[in-house]
């Protein structure tokens, strides 16, 4: 890797659910634990008949059916056993020897990504969350830190908070909604990708699921 100049990697961003973790999303993982969905809530907050937080909070009514004083740490209990992505450990053992910094830029639940964060020594976890009441009991209500279709945003906030121009980012995510990370780094890179927009947005694919094989793709950082 070049070190000096415009062409020096010194910060990644990655997307959590489907990227960091082998389920495709956190707040799924724990209506699955319920053996309930919100196909109904992605319907509608997919033709903007909901915002981010009506989202969140469609999300926990349908948890507190089956749960109504639902904990905190019931909620983080399913999450712990979220499994991580094959190669992750190695990944970030490989970009912390280079000295690069890393965070977690995602729309998941923060729970899970403050124990990825501990568990893979990741700078910054930054997701949305869930309003508790002094007990920890869930409120019902949302804290949106990353908007699903605000990432880029986030990422510039993020940017200007430490110090990395997007010419030192690279991205990693896995589905359309990440599309912003890539147009604010350097280098984008799609892994496992659900989707055909994102591999087209990318600068490289990597289908297999397997975290370690981005390690090549960071030494040889491209010059524009």
Do not use: C, Y
């Not at 910054?124 to 869930?130: D, I, K, P, Q, S």
């Amino acid at each position: 890797m070049p070190s000096s100049g415009a062409n020096v990697l010194r910060f990644v961003a990655f997307d959590m659910d489907g990227t960091l973790v082998d389920v495709a999303s956190s707040w799924a993982a724990v209506h699955a634990h319920f053996g309930d969905h919100n196909a109904e809530g992605l319907r509608r907050f997919l033709a903007n008949e909901i915002d981010d937080e009506e989202f969140i909070q469609s999300d926990v009514r349908i948890w507190r059916r089956h749960a109504p004083e639902l904990h905190r740490d019931d909620v983080e209990a399913v999450l712990d056993r979220v499994p991580l992505m094959p190669g992750a450990a190695a990944l970030f053992d490989g970009l912390r020897s280079r000295g690069i910094r890393t965070a977690i830029v995602s729309g998941g639940i923060d729970l899970l990504a403050r124990r990825l964060a501990a568990e893979l020594r990741i700078d910054v976890a930054l997701a949305n969350g869930l309003r508790v009441r002094a007990d920890g009991r869930l409120t019902g209500e949302g804290i949106v830190r990353v908007p699903i279709h605000g990432k880029e945003e986030a990422l510039a906030a993020l940017q200007a908070q430490l110090g990395f121009p997007p010419e030192e980012t690279a991205a990693v995510g896995n589905s359309e909604i990440d599309i912003g990370l890539f147009r604010r780094s350097r280098l984008g890179i799609a892994f496992a990708p659900e989707d055909e927009a994102v591999r087209r947005a990318a600068d490289r694919v990597v289908t297999t699921r397997d975290l370690s094989l981005l390690l090549p793709l960071f030494d040889g950082f491209p010059a524009r």
